[in-house]
């Protein structure tokens, strides 16, 4: 991506400035980096704190793992498709987390909703937080179940990644990267939550109170 950056030119030959490119650049590990990791991190504390979930995800993991020789062979493109609990347990926590809580938009044109008038040139602040933890759309909507992604969200209902022209285009990326990292941390080790604090901290992303201070330890396989 530097790369691309660096020999960038506009239709009128001009290249980027340093500090536009750092701009982009500190953008995107914002955007990207923090963003995921705050995911992943909601993903182990609900996976720890349901040790029924916990075990189903490995054993569909598991499968996985002994299908490609235990773990000697690389996960492939086909298998991350094929992992409908654990797909439902990284949907679920995007639900439940709502790591990107809301986003602004300006009305370009006069808009009436449902009676209202939203004029030209006001902003409008859509609240994905609410919608998804709105029990009409998803009931009991504190409580963590990744069985209500058996079915689909009704549209627009459940946006994690944002929606339309300016949607999120690391959303694929996003969870192809906590398919791999729950198919590793679950096949090869475990963790303990070391202190589980409820609550959440904002930095600016959501994550568990005090950020899950959590210890790992390789597990030992029978065949080793
Ligand atoms: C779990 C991880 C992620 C979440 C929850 C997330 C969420 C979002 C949301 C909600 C938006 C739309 C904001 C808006 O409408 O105003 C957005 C935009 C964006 N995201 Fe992500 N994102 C994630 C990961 C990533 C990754 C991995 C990348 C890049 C590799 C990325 C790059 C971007 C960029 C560049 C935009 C701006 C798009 C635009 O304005 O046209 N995001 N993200």
């Not at 449902?114 to 009931?139: Q, S, T």
């Not at 090869?188 to 109170?209: H, M």
Request: proline share 8%.
């Amino acid at each position: 991506m530097l790369g691309h950056f660096l020999s960038f030119k506009d239709d009128n030959d001009k290249k980027l400035s340093d500090e536009q490119i750092a701009d982009n650049i500190i953008g995107v590990l914002f955007a990207a980096q923090d963003t995921t990791a705050s995911v992943i991190t909601w993903v182990l504390k609900f996976l720890h704190d349901d040790p029924q979930l916990l075990e189903a995800v490995k054993a569909e993991q598991m499968a996985i793992y002994d299908t490609n020789n235990g773990g000697k062979m690389p996960l492939t493109w086909e298998q991350t498709r094929s992992m409908p609990l654990t797909h439902r347990v990284v949907m679920e926590s995007l639900r439940m987390a709502s790591i990107i809580s809301f986003t602004f938009r300006e009305a370009v044109v006069d808009v009436e909703y449902k009676g209202y008038l939203i004029p030209k040139g006001w902003k409008v602040m859509p609240l994905f937080r609410n919608i998804h933890h709105n029990p009409e759309f998803f009931p009991n909507p504190q409580e963590f179940d990744p069985s209500r992604f058996e079915v689909a969200p009704k549209a627009n209902t459940f946006m994690p990644f944002g929606n339309g022209v300016h949607a999120c285009p690391g959303n694929e990326l996003a969870k192809l990267e906590s398919l791999i990292l729950i198919h590793h941390l679950v096949t090869n080790f475990r963790w303990e939550v070391v202190s589980s604090k409820s609550g959440i901290q904002y930095g600016p992303f959501p994550v568990p109170q005090q950020g899950l201070p959590a210890r790992f330890w390789k597990e030992p396989k029978q065949s080793q």
